[in-house]
């Protein structure tokens, strides 16, 4: 991936649209002058009344106890320095949507235009009333050990600098694992450490709390080993001082049993590896590039357990395992500060649960058959689902046990499910789906890619390693687009089917489609004449193996893209009607509307058709499918045409397949209304259940309910999926964003996985 790509991708990601990355959403009914009189004046006042009796009810009657305060002076950004306040906040913003997405917490970012300590101290204070804990980030050092010590201090709410102890308390639960693997004793292993500042030495500080002793650890600055005979050592690395002579970073690695690295990239050898302890454990953290290359690492020494803080190797010690589930657990017991115990407890759970059995949505977003506890799984992924409810609990508890928790929790079991329904664990669809897709890249024919949308969404898969694009049309009119959006499409293939150089495939793609339908009245000569067409030309690709999937349908008619693919393709041979499939990514996960493309007015065993297909689909995702079969009318309330049909098919479902969660005919308030269907039908086999799957009675029903729904909630949304067919073909809405055309690529990647 370019830099200049990379470049532009960012600043258009944070400047399209609404600009930057969060947003503040009302919480409450606001559509009436009686919402407007309670939210505000005169209603507002009483709640300020009850607060004013009582200060702690500011948790009760305001957002305080869900709110988090991302701040920052702008003094250590990533690996940029000090760029100030204003420049650091495009990280507090993502810090802020990082926290919002993995433990459903509520941020304000904080951007300080001041460097002064006091001061500092002072704004952070004077606006900690409106927050229920405080985030400190890329703060430099001392000061950030400095500021952050006197706000635990002075302040009654969690307050952590990420920077010092996130990456301490991944890391901590990696070697905690690794160091069983190795069968080392933690009080007895000698520790190289290249790097001195907040994170490195939080990380020994946490180690140290863990057992291992201060005298087997040698930590190395920029000015090398901090030793006894140092005299430019501020008090923090005194902490660290080595009682020895002093000894260079190569030779401190002759017989260490633990390299951690927070310094930069390319400062170990093969040589330093091959000195090391049998089983040495290699934290090699810098970002972008290790201090050590994995590959050559492994290379070196077999025995080598090795963790990284990068995506696209095993053991990533990112520090997203760890701080949104810490404030998580801190919050929902009114924490006092997040203290020593709290950190051990998120590493102890943290390290624990990578050692329990991965469930298949983990497995299937990383494409691995079965990922289990060993040398490459020393500590969870970040997409497992389970963090929330493993750290979030474990801290509450610590709190609990060391006496700083205001409302400690008495019903476990109902906090754990609390967690789990937070977010909706399946919310992270999209996210494993990517995930998914990147471990295994399939080769994708776009039969529309004379238009910028297909390219730039092309490209971007190209660039995140989730498809290899072919691109058919015109080279001239392709690579034109191609340089005026400097696309980086150059080592994608581009072809014209209509070029002389394609004949000998036109050739055999007529013949192909000539055989399946010279009983239907289509001559040789049609066929050719029809594989010079970009539609025809692309289902023969993905027909004859050329291409794994085939994307198009954006600037054409529905019928007019799918079309040649039933006629090239076809459907599955169990399959008697194919269907159209939305997702629609809601907050409590996604929600998959049928059939909303094709069939018109579906007869009772269509619709059971339908309802197969899309219950067969859902499985692939990992998510169990509870259906609602939809009408305007409840378990017979009402007759008609639609409520009958839709009557008869849940009857037959409920008779020939029994395995599947799914009821009818319902209303579509009371199909997604739980609480309501529970009321007044309780004996639904949808009792007690979030419906996530909704079956229409016709094709103005689905069409008109997903549309509406997509504009009037602003919702993310994937489709038209295309169920049924032989081979992986997906036909975009005319007008698909870019993002949904890249939702859709991703999708149909997967689509190729699932089927092998």
């Given at each position: 991936?370019?830099?200049?790509?990379?470049?532009?991708?960012?600043?258009?990601?944070?400047?399209?649209?609404?600009?930057?990355?969060?947003?503040?959403?009302?919480?409450?009914?606001?559509?009436?002058?009686?919402?407007?009189?309670?939210?505000?004046?005169?209603?507002?006042?009483?709640?300020?009344?009850?607060?004013?009796?009582?200060?702690?009810?500011?948790?009760?009657?305001?957002?305080?106890?869900?709110?988090?305060?991302?701040?920052?002076?702008?003094?250590?950004?990533?690996?940029?320095?000090?760029?100030?306040?204003?420049?650091?906040?495009?990280?507090?913003?993502?810090?802020?949507?990082?926290?919002?997405?993995?433990?459903?917490?509520?941020?304000?970012?904080?951007?300080?235009?001041?460097?002064?300590?006091?001061?500092?101290?002072?704004?952070?204070?004077?606006?900690?009333?409106?927050?229920?804990?405080?985030?400190?980030?890329?703060?430099?050092?001392?000061?950030?050990?400095?500021?952050?010590?006197?706000?635990?201090?002075?302040?009654?709410?969690?307050?952590?600098?990420?920077?010092?102890?996130?990456?301490?308390?991944?890391?901590?639960?990696?070697?905690?694992?690794?160091?069983?693997?190795?069968?080392?004793?933690?009080?007895?292993?000698?520790?190289?450490?290249?790097?001195?500042?907040?994170?490195?030495?939080?990380?020994?500080?946490?180690?140290?709390?863990?057992?291992?002793?201060?005298?087997?650890?040698?930590?190395?600055?920029?000015?090398?080993?901090?030793?006894?005979?140092?005299?430019?050592?501020?008090?923090?690395?005194?902490?660290?001082?080595?009682?020895?002579?002093?000894?260079?970073?190569?030779?401190?690695?002759?017989?260490?049993?633990?390299?951690?690295?927070?310094?930069?990239?390319?400062?170990?050898?093969?040589?330093?590896?091959?000195?090391?302890?049998?089983?040495?454990?290699?934290?090699?953290?810098?970002?972008?590039?290790?201090?050590?290359?994995?590959?050559?690492?492994?290379?070196?020494?077999?025995?080598?357990?090795?963790?990284?803080?990068?995506?696209?190797?095993?053991?990533?010690?990112?520090?997203?395992?760890?701080?949104?589930?810490?404030?998580?657990?801190?919050?929902?017991?009114?924490?006092?500060?997040?203290?020593?115990?709290?950190?051990?407890?998120?590493?102890?759970?943290?390290?624990?649960?990578?050692?329990?059995?991965?469930?298949?949505?983990?497995?299937?977003?990383?494409?691995?058959?079965?990922?289990?506890?060993?040398?490459?799984?020393?500590?969870?992924?970040?997409?497992?689902?389970?963090?929330?409810?493993?750290?979030?609990?474990?801290?509450?508890?610590?709190?609990?046990?060391?006496?700083?928790?205001?409302?400690?929790?008495?019903?476990?079991?109902?906090?754990?499910?609390?967690?789990?329904?937070?977010?909706?664990?399946?919310?992270?669809?999209?996210?494993?789906?990517?995930?998914?897709?990147?471990?295994?890249?399939?080769?994708?024919?776009?039969?529309?890619?004379?238009?910028?949308?297909?390219?730039?969404?092309?490209?971007?898969?190209?660039?995140?390693?989730?498809?290899?694009?072919?691109?058919?049309?015109?080279?001239?009119?392709?690579?034109?687009?191609?340089?005026?959006?400097?696309?980086?499409?150059?080592?994608?293939?581009?072809i014209d089917p209509r070029n002389e150089s394609e004949i000998k495939h036109r050739e055999m793609f007529a013949e192909i489609l000539h055989e399946k339908r010279k009983r239907r009245g289509l001559t040789f000569y049609e066929a050719k004449k029809l594989m010079r067409e970009r539609n025809y030309y692309a289902a023969a690709m993905v027909e004859t193996g050329m291409a794994d999937v085939m994307i198009s349908g954006l600037t054409r008619s529905y019928k007019e893209s799918i079309r040649p693919a039933l006629k090239v393709i076809g459907i599955e041979e169990s399959v008697n009607k194919i269907a159209g499939m939305y997702i629609l990514i809601s907050k409590d996960g996604p929600i998959?509307?049928?059939?909303?493309?094709?069939?018109?007015?579906?007869?009772?065993?269509?619709?059971?058709?339908?309802?197969?297909?899309?219950?067969?689909?859902?499985?692939?995702?990992?998510?169990?499918?509870?259906?609602?079969?939809?009408?305007?009318?409840?378990?017979?309330?009402?007759?008609?045409?639609?409520?009958?049909?839709?009557?008869?098919?849940?009857?037959?479902?409920?008779?020939?397949?029994?395995?599947?969660?799914?009821?009818?005919?319902?209303?579509?308030?009371?199909?997604?209304?739980?609480?309501?269907?529970?009321?007044?039908?309780?004996?639904?086999?949808?009792?007690?259940?979030?419906?996530?799957?909704?079956?229409?009675?016709?094709?103005?029903?689905?069409?008109?309910?997903?549309?509406?729904?997509?504009?009037?909630?602003?919702?993310?949304?994937?489709?038209?999926?295309?169920?049924?067919?032989?081979?992986?073909?997906?036909?975009?809405?005319?007008?698909?964003?870019?993002?949904?055309?890249?939702?859709?690529?991703?999708?149909?990647?997967?689509?190729?996985?699932?089927?092998?």
């Amino acid at each position: 991936m370019s830099k200049k790509i990379l470049k532009r991708d960012a600043l258009d990601y944070h400047s399209s649209g609404r600009k930057g990355k969060i947003e503040v959403v009302p919480t409450k009914p606001y559509s009436s002058q009686r919402d407007l009189s309670l939210a505000y004046s005169p209603g507002v006042a009483e709640p300020c009344l009850e607060i004013s009796k009582n200060k702690d009810d500011v948790y009760k009657y305001t957002s305080k106890g869900n709110l988090v305060a991302v701040i920052s002076n702008g003094t250590a950004v990533l690996g940029l320095g000090d760029i100030g306040p204003e420049a650091s906040k495009p990280v507090m913003e993502g810090k802020g949507l990082l926290f919002k997405i993995f433990a459903d917490i509520d941020v304000f970012d904080i951007e300080i235009n001041e460097t002064d300590i006091d001061k500092f101290i002072d704004t952070v204070k004077a606006i900690s009333p409106t927050f229920g804990g405080i985030n400190l980030e890329d703060i430099k050092a001392p000061e950030a050990f400095i500021i952050e010590q006197r706000l635990k201090k002075e302040l009654d709410i969690p307050i952590m600098h990420d920077d010092q102890h996130g990456t301490a308390i991944i890391s901590s639960a990696a070697l905690l694992n690794a160091l069983e693997i190795a069968n080392k004793k933690i009080n007895q292993v000698k520790i190289v450490v290249s790097g001195a500042g907040a994170s490195a030495q939080s990380c020994v500080k946490l180690y140290h709390s863990l057992g291992v002793k201060n005298e087997n650890v040698y930590m190395f600055d920029s000015k090398g080993l901090i030793h006894q005979d140092r005299d430019d050592l501020d008090k923090h690395k005194r902490n660290f001082i080595q009682k020895c002579d002093d000894i260079s970073l190569e030779k401190a690695f002759e017989n260490a049993d633990v390299f951690l690295g927070l310094s930069k990239g390319g400062v170990v050898n093969e040589k330093m590896i091959k000195s090391m302890a049998k089983n040495p454990i290699v934290f090699a953290l810098a970002n972008p590039d290790p201090e050590i290359e994995y590959d050559l690492a492994m290379k070196t020494r077999k025995d080598v357990i090795m963790a990284t803080g990068r995506s696209d190797h095993p053991n990533q010690v990112n520090n997203v395992l760890g701080f949104p589930y810490i404030f998580r657990g801190a919050l929902d017991v009114r924490a006092t500060k997040i203290n020593e115990e709290m950190k051990l407890a998120a590493v102890k759970a943290i390290a624990k649960l990578a050692k329990e059995p991965v469930p298949d949505v983990v497995n299937e977003a990383y494409d691995a058959k079965i990922i289990t506890f060993g040398r490459t799984q020393i500590i969870p992924k970040p997409l497992d689902p389970r963090l929330i409810y493993w750290v979030a609990p474990a801290v509450a508890k610590a709190a609990i046990e060391s006496g700083v928790a205001k409302e400690p929790i008495k019903d476990w079991k109902k906090y754990e499910l609390e967690l789990m329904q937070r977010l909706g664990l399946d919310n992270k669809l999209v996210r494993n789906l990517t995930e998914k897709a990147k471990r295994s890249p399939k080769k994708v024919v776009f039969a529309e890619a004379d238009n910028y949308k297909i390219l730039k969404a092309a490209a971007m898969a190209y660039e995140e390693g989730i498809a290899i694009p072919i691109l058919l049309g015109k080279r001239h009119n392709i690579q034109k687009i191609i340089d005026e959006y400097n696309l980086d499409l150059s080592k994608c293939e581009i072809i014209d089917p209509r070029n002389e150089s394609e004949i000998k495939h036109r050739e055999m793609f007529a013949e192909i489609l000539h055989e399946k339908r010279k009983r239907r009245g289509l001559t040789f000569y049609e066929a050719k004449k029809l594989m010079r067409e970009r539609n025809y030309y692309a289902a023969a690709m993905v027909e004859t193996g050329m291409a794994d999937v085939m994307i198009s349908g954006l600037t054409r008619s529905y019928k007019e893209s799918i079309r040649p693919a039933l006629k090239v393709i076809g459907i599955e041979e169990s399959v008697n009607k194919i269907a159209g499939m939305y997702i629609l990514i809601s907050k409590d996960g996604p929600i998959f509307f049928a059939d909303t493309t094709i069939n018109i007015n579906p007869s009772v065993e269509e619709i059971v058709d339908i309802t197969l297909l899309v219950a067969k689909t859902v499985k692939e995702y990992n998510i169990k499918p509870k259906i609602a079969l939809l009408s305007y009318s409840n378990f017979g309330s009402n007759q008609g045409a639609d409520a009958i049909k839709m009557r008869e098919a849940t009857k037959v479902l409920h008779e020939k397949h029994p395995e599947i969660v799914v009821d009818g005919e319902l209303q579509a308030n009371f199909a997604v209304n739980k609480e309501l269907r529970n009321d007044f039908f309780p004996f639904s086999l949808l009792s007690g259940q979030n419906t996530n799957t909704l079956i229409f009675p016709n094709l103005s029903a689905g069409n008109i309910a997903y549309k509406l729904v997509k504009e009037m909630s602003n919702q993310e949304t994937i489709g038209p999926i295309l169920l049924g067919m032989k081979k992986p073909v997906h036909v975009l809405q005319i007008g698909s964003s870019v993002r949904e055309i890249l939702n859709m690529i991703t999708l149909g990647v997967v689509d190729v996985q699932n089927r092998k």
